[in-house]
């Protein structure tokens, strides 16, 4: 696995990439709104060597290892620019052939440049993403800043982001409940989206509901399949990795048979 630092369109992000196969596609991991490359455990390794594809595995600025934010105010569009930012990445690293798996913001984002970048997307796993803003997701963004306040998170979350902790857990706060945000809405883009999707969530999902799920998997262009877990909330390849992994595997066999 390599290791290091690369500049995107001026962004110091940390990046792991493995290209033990030949002529394979790569999957690529992006984190949710506290995650980063360390937290991912050894999911992506795992499916990985499952499918024998490479990977790559990146934070975004601001998270992990990666430089910090230059400020916490984000805008509506704050994904879509950071789609820009995995294209470029993509370009830097030569990969052609991407299969994104994103949870949350990052499933999100692999819609987003699924729909905007096409040429380079094989296939997308959406992990409990978002395409509108609901408000069971006001709701979960809030219980999470009470926790956030009132409990040791914060010191919990510097093992992983240093001293970036407060300045990443404001900018993902302050948009998700701002009035503004209140609007921000990707359904027009998914109609763009041609490569296959599998999306998978928790039923009991506290940041969002199966709506979610169906307006994507009607909106989408491409083959679309669901993966809907009984009893099991935001973070289904924690909760349960051993479905998603057996999952996700068989449907990047199944695509890599087909194209």
């Not at 790559?56 to 400020?71: A, E, H, N």
């Amino acid at each position: 696995m390599k290791r290091g630092i690369i500049d995107v369109h001026g962004k110091r992000l940390y990046v792991e990439c493995s290209d033990s196969y030949e002529n394979k596609p790569t999957i690529v991991f992006l984190h949710d709104s506290l995650g980063s490359v360390q937290l991912w455990r050894d999911f992506p390794s795992k499916l990985a060597d499952e499918t024998g594809c490479n990977l790559l595995v990146y934070d975004r600025l601001g998270y992990g290892k990666s430089f910090p934010m230059p400020t916490y105010e984000r805008e509506n569009d704050y994904m879509e620019t950071e789609a820009d930012v995995l294209n470029g990445l993509l370009d830097i690293f030569n990969i052609k052939e991407a299969i994104l798996f994103g949870h949350s913001d990052g499933g999100t984002i692999a819609l987003i440049t699924a729909a905007k970048h096409p040429k380079k997307i094989k296939a997308v796993i959406c992990e409990a993403g978002h395409i509108f803003v609901e408000q069971a997701t006001v709701k979960g963004v809030c219980d999470a800043l009470d926790v956030y306040n009132t409990t040791d998170l914060s010191g919990r979350l510097q093992k992983y982001h240093g001293n970036k902790v407060e300045m990443l857990v404001k900018a993902w706060t302050e948009i998700w409940l701002s009035h503004q945000f209140r609007n921000w809405n990707i359904e027009y883009l998914l109609k763009d989206i041609y490569a296959p999707l599998l999306f998978i969530q928790g039923e009991n999902d506290e940041y969002g509901t199966l709506e979610q799920v169906g307006k994507t998997l009607s909106g989408v262009s491409g083959p679309s399949e669901k993966l809907i877990i009984p009893d099991i909330g935001h973070t289904p390849h924690k909760e349960v990795p051993e479905m998603v992994l057996k999952k996700s595997a068989e449907f990047i066999i199944e695509i890599n048979k087909l194209q």
